[in-house]
């Protein structure tokens, strides 16, 4: 079976620009979520989402939006793109909403500001 | 609010020798769940092991083990008869089951490296 997979896998953008990172989750999953990975850091939680409606929202700006699709697929987009914007943006699947469980993570967009 | 900490930014092991790695958390929430994952250089996150809050006995998963001392609010991972393929970065990760949302909150990390 394959797992979360992402794309684009790697990406340039310059200051400004706008950009759409797409997640799919494991077949059967219906929770995703994102988390942005700055270097050196571990990763912070942007976004969950369960069946097409946000679940929860990490402390990051109203640049940062995200949806999912009726196929539980997943688009996180970034608007006005920042130098500190630069990170590797993983997206991470679940089945649903089990208190505890493992996260099933992919291995992430990297997104070079310029 | 809730915290994790991992205070050593690298650690060296020699090949088949046991290795911990250090993790302190901080929550007031009485539930909660402590994760631990491996990211290689490729940026995967493998899930390792879990520890729960009411789980009486230290969490096992093949060569990974969970040394849980709840009092010291302390979540060291132990790897035991360790691999070259260990080499990687090591997270520390806790989760509150507040509001349904599934936020996991992540140390800095340890990168560990095994020698030969």
């Known amino acids: 079976d394959a797992g979360v997979t992402q794309s684009p896998t790697h990406l340039i953008k310059t200051r400004g620009q706008h950009v759409t990172l797409r997640c799919s989750p494991i077949s059967g999953h219906k929770s995703v979520s994102w988390y942005q990975q700055v270097l050196g850091q571990g990763p912070q939680f942007i976004f969950q989402y369960y069946e097409k409606e946000e679940r929860g929202r990490g402390n990051f700006p109203d640049r940062f939006s995200a949806r999912q699709f009726p196929n539980y697929s997943s688009e996180l987009n970034v608007n006005a793109l920042l130098l500190g914007d630069s990170a590797l943006y993983l997206c991470?699947?679940?089945?649903?909403?089990?208190?505890?469980?493992?996260?099933?993570f992919g291995e992430g967009s990297r997104l070079t500001v310029l | 609010a809730q915290k994790i900490t991992q205070t050593q930014p690298g650690m060296f092991v020699q090949e088949k020798e046991a290795v911990t790695l250090d993790c302190t958390y901080d929550?007031?929430?009485?539930?909660?769940?402590l994760f631990w994952y491996k990211q290689p250089s490729s940026g995967e996150m493998i899930f390792l092991i879990y520890?729960?809050?009411?789980?009486?006995q230290n969490a096992t998963e093949g060569r990974y083990s969970l040394n849980f001392q709840k009092a010291r609010k302390s979540a060291n991972l132990v790897i035991s008869a360790s691999q070259l393929g260990d080499s990687a970065m090591y997270f520390c990760a806790m989760r509150n089951p507040q509001g349904g949302s599934e936020k996991l909150v992540f140390g800095k990390g340890t990168k560990l490296t095994v020698n030969p």
């Open positions: 929550t007031s929430d009485p539930s909660y769940g």
């Open positions: 991470a699947s679940r089945p649903g909403l089990e208190v505890w469980g493992e996260l099933f």
């Open positions: 520890q729960g809050s009411y789980d009486q």
